[in-house]
């Protein structure tokens, strides 16, 4: 697989005033997306290891709207370690990208969204599976 869609951060605007900040998500405006499912994520330990897994179709955005956490996007080929910290920045994860969240903060709760519904038939979770499909795909 030639890859020209790799994960990117978006920072997104804060409309913040004395009353307090408020960040607006809208579908392919803020999100490279219409947005399809929304799942958030939260009282994960720090030791746990979450996602382990590719999909076929889903993309995704990350945000941790509170606290901390880290996703390892695996390419096949290279990775990298994206810092979910801040409640106003996001990183886009396109489909068939091996991810790993750990590294959990106890407050931390990590908003997902994506481009679609769920279905357990396009989730890839073996990891050799996904190292074959991706060569497939060359
Ligand atoms: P799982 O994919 O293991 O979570 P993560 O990879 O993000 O750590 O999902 C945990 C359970 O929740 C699993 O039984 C499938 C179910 N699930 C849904 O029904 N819909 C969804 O959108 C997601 C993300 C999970």
């Known amino acids: 697989m030639v890859r020209d869609n790799y ?11 004395e009353r307090g900040h408020l960040v607006v998500l809208e579908g392919s405006v803020d999100i490279p997306f219409e947005i399809a499912r929304v799942f958030y994520i939260y009282g994960s330990d720090t030791d746990v290891i ?9 993309e995704f955005v990350l945000i941790n709207v509170n606290g901390k956490s880290k996703v390892k996007i695996d390419y096949g080929d290279s990775k990298e370690v994206i810092n979910l910290n801040e409640p106003h920045m996001g990183v886009y994860i396109p489909s068939m ?5 750990y590294d959990f903060s106890s407050d931390s709760v990590l908003l997902v969204l994506s481009n679609m519904k769920y279905d357990s038939e396009e989730y890839i979770r073996d990891y050799q599976e996904y190292l074959k499909l991706l060569k497939g795909e060359e």
């Open 50 to 58: 979450r996602g382990q897994h590719a999909n076929k179709k889903s």
């Open 97 to 101: 990208v091996w991810k790993d969240m």
């Open 7 to 17: 994960a990117k951060i978006i920072g997104f605007n804060q409309l913040g005033d």
